[in-house]
């Protein structure tokens, strides 16, 4: 009697383990997704009308001077 009580036991703690590892994957794999989406948030993308050039700035801008003509773009809304 006592081994399959061990059995049953074993079972039981082996999905239990099986589930708190998914659970853990599953917190890892959050945490890492919302860390890469917050860290790519602050960045605009910017077109120059005026040569073409496509160039990014940090931060909640609305215009940014473009590096090679120094026009002023407004950022891009996608
Ligand atoms: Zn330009």
């Known amino acids: 009697m ?3 009580f061990d059995l049953v036991t074993g079972i039981v ?3 239990f383990l099986l589930a ?6 599953w917190f890892y794999y959050d945490r890492r997704d ?3 989406s917050a860290a790519g948030r602050g960045r605009a993308t910017f077109h120059c009308i005026r040569c073409d050039h496509l160039y990014s700035a940090r931060g909640e801008v609305a215009t940014v001077p473009c ?8 950022r891009l809304r996608f």
């Open 2 to 4: 006592l081994p399959v």
């Open 13 to 15: 703690f082996f999905c």
């Open 20 to 25: 708190a590892g998914f659970l853990g994957l």
């Open 34 to 36: 919302h860390a890469h």
């Open 67 to 74: 590096p090679k003509c120094a026009h002023v773009n407004s």
